[in-house]
């Protein structure tokens, strides 16, 4: 079983890339439709399974 600590540190570090990833690519001007579109999917994929898990405990 994972501790509760470790699952948050894991979502958080896990949001923290993806932002990253976001304002990287904003910043070097790439302009990629469907890496945008990769990135807003796995943050709402990411987020529903987050609460998913917390209301299943």
């Known amino acids: 079983m994972v501790s509760s600590k470790k699952d948050r540190w894991s979502f958080v570090s ?3 890339f993806l932002v990253l990833a976001f304002i990287t690519m904003v910043k070097e001007g790439v302009i990629v439709p469907s890496a945008y579109g ?5 943050f709402f994929v990411g987020w529903d399974g987050s609460k998913l898990w917390k209301n299943n405990k």
């Open 14 to 16: 896990w949001l923290v």
């Open 38 to 42: 990769a990135i807003i999917f796995a």
